[in-house]
């Protein structure tokens, strides 16, 4: 996006001054900067530095943000219907089933009887904020990239196994929250990423539109471009919490239980061929699946 209206921006000033009440940054003197590699190294470590305080800032000011929360009666606290488990199914494709080998071609042919069974689970998961550890479970099995160097550990796309009843329940949660965001009117009139019936076509013409009415009006333009490296692997997960709070969904609805017990305690191990390693618990990050459909949970 080149921009957002005055009230977007004044509401995020406020909600980082909220954040780190008082917090003040200096400017680096000229013997701090630093000259080539070193220099740069240096100024990156006192970044992190800064970063990692700005974080227990927050954590201080939002004590038992890891708690389990009591509902308050949302709709968002509802049980899970038939409808919108049948409809998650059928826009489900045929990818990879994780270790309980459920695929999503057998819940299209069992019985009404075994999804009625199967929503009891769903809707008793919701309902308590306790997912099934098998569900958050990732079998990472990397995929050479195409005309990369095979023996580069970097041109390896890493594509993670999980369980495919838990991505339905995780298309269930998005399709509820997306309803919920926009007709309320909660997101930004000039956001046009993961959202439906929008693309990267309109942030193009708006782009153009802005750049028009520059030339015409002979001011300058400066538009700004980010990449974040690694959004998906660095997502702060206490901030994707704050952030649900700021845009009105409260910190005590079963989506506050559900993505607290869903982001925390992840293992994942990596497969090549018939080899499996170790186990590792991930602390940070969240799996792009569930954020790149959802506008609310993407960590930009």
Known sequence: MTGSSDGDSEADMEFQQSLAAGGKRGRPRNSDTG???????????????RSEEFKREVLNAHKGLWDKKEM???IMDE????????????????????????CYEML????????????LVFNKVWAEGCIP???????????????????????????????????????????????FLESRGLLSPVQSGFRRGRSTFDALVRLEMDIK??????????????????????????????KLERLGLGLNTSLCNWLLDFLSERPQA???????????????????????????????
């Open 133 to 179: 550890g098998e569900w958050k479970r990732a079998i990472i099995v990397p995929i050479v990239k195409p005309g990369k160097d095979p023996v580069c550990a970097s041109s390896y796309r890493p594509i993670a196994l999980t369980s495919n009843l838990c991505k339905l329940m995780e298309r269930m949660i998005v399709g509820r929250l997306t309803h």
């Open 79 to 102: 049980d899970f219907t038939m409808f919108e488990f049948t409809n998650a199914i059928s826009r489900a494709g045929n990818t990879s089933p994780g270790q309980d080998m459920m």
């Open 270 to 300: 990596v497969r090549v061929g018939n080899n499996t390693s170790s186990s590792i618990t991930l602390s940070t990050g969240a799996p792009p699946r569930l954020c790149a459909q959802s506008p609310a949970l993407h960590p930009c």
């Open 35 to 49: 000259r080539g590699e070193e220099g740069r190294g240096a100024k990156v470590a006192r970044e992190d530095i």
């Open 72 to 74: 308050c009666g949302s």
């Open 213 to 242: 009415k520059a030339q015409v009006m002979k001011e300058v333009l400066v538009a700004v471009f980010f990449d974040i490296e690694r959004a998906y692997d660095t997502l702060w997960r206490e901030g994707l919490l704050l």
């Open 108 to 119: 299209r042919h069992v019985s009404g009887r075994v999804l009625s069974s199967v929503l």
